[in-house]
């Protein structure tokens, strides 16, 4: 069992900055293709960005593409995402996710297996 606990979330000014953290404890982490996603009142859970377990590959969404950086670091179990130029709309709660079954990197939510309890971003104009 995967145990997945976020930090780094806070209040930011809009063009401000900030970098998640995703510890993660229990499994075999650098088997694991790593994700983000974020959740808004009232609006669905969607992803953010993937990175994948071997061969540092990654993949955003484009709302986020150039302006947010995944990472990784096997050797602390961490995952990252480094988040610049936040707008309002990046205002959400974040939630970091484990998949080690998809053979490949994937955006959809049901393809992970864990998830942490997320970490609150909020962005003001």
């Known amino acids: 069992q995967v145990q997945l606990v976020e930090s780094g979330g806070g209040s930011v000014q809009a063009g401000g900055s900030l970098r998640l953290s995703c510890a993660a404890s229990g499994g075999t982490f650098n088997r694991y293709d790593m994700g983000w996603f974020r959740q808004a009142p009232g609006k669905e859970r969607e992803f953010v960005a993937a990175v994948r377990w071997s061969r540092p590959s990654t993949y955003y969404a484009d709302s986020v593409q150039g302006r947010f950086t995944i990472s990784r670091d096997n050797a602390k179990n961490t995952v990252y995402l480094q988040m610049s130029s936040l707008k309002p709309e990046d205002t959400a709660v974040y939630f970091c996710?484990?998949?080690?079954?998809?053979?490949?990197?994937?955006?959809?939510?049901?393809?992970?297996?864990?998830w942490g309890r997320g970490t609150q971003v909020t962005v003001s104009s």
């Open positions: 996710a484990a998949d080690w079954r998809t053979p490949g990197i994937s955006k959809t939510s049901t393809d992970y297996d864990y």
